[in-house]
């Protein structure tokens, strides 16, 4: 099939940077003024941290200094996107399901976010909480983590409103498993947030598959989304 640039344009090609790439031995450090940024349609900072139930940087070195040397990635592309990710294997659940059990603990999250994104000049937060219900997860966290990403999204609309800026986006990773997917998500809801088609790109949320990452010297792990997002 000939896809037309309306069609090509609802592709998107997400990538990770994983901040531990700049800690390699020598040639294989990579540092993100090293990133190529036409590599990817959308790039992604993995990860930042939390710390009672607020967003966090993982590294006081990425708030001083490597963040603003990621964004600067915008400055040689302008049609690139920048993405936080908060979460990873390393992280666990524990923090995740403290922050997901409440309303006022989403809410200090949420607000959180938003701070921190918009300081550091990203363009949204990707939520890299693959095993809701597994690792130690209550079954619970399959539904608490369903209203966590309404809320953003509704949070993300109004602020977007209020300043009159550009909406935050928000991605979210996934598993690619079958078990995994069977116990950790609620499919049909969960699917609900993604735009498979124009008619539904107000919701604007991005799907990553993992595990199935591709890595190399460039620092950056690429995955294929399963779902485009709203410009």
Known sequence: ????????????????FTSWAQGRAS???????????FLCTHLIFAFASM?????VAKDPQDEKTTYAEFN??????????????????NFGTARFTTMLSTLSNRGRFIGSVISLLRRHKFDGLDLFFLYPGLRGSPKSDRWT??????ELLFAFRQEAML???PRLL????????????????????LGGFAPF?????STGLIFSMSPTPTRGRSGLAMMMPSASVTR
Do not use: M
């Open 72 to 89: 600067k990635l915008k400055q040689r592309n302008g049609e690139l996107r920048t993405l936080l990710s908060i979460g990873g294997w």
């Open 51 to 55: 710390n009672n139930n607020q967003i």
């Open 145 to 150: 983590f369903l209203l966590l990403i309404e």
């Open 27 to 37: 040639p294989a450090s990579v540092l993100p003024q090293d990133l190529d940024p």
């Open 163 to 165: 300043t009159a800026r």
């Open 170 to 189: 928000l991605s979210a990773a996934v598993s690619g498993d079958p078990q995994t997917i069977r116990t950790a998500y609620d499919v049909r809801p």
């Open 1 to 16: 099939r000939i896809h037309s640039d309306q069609d090509c344009a609802a592709y998107k090609l997400v990538c990770y």
């Open 197 to 201: 088609s124009r008619e539904r790109q």
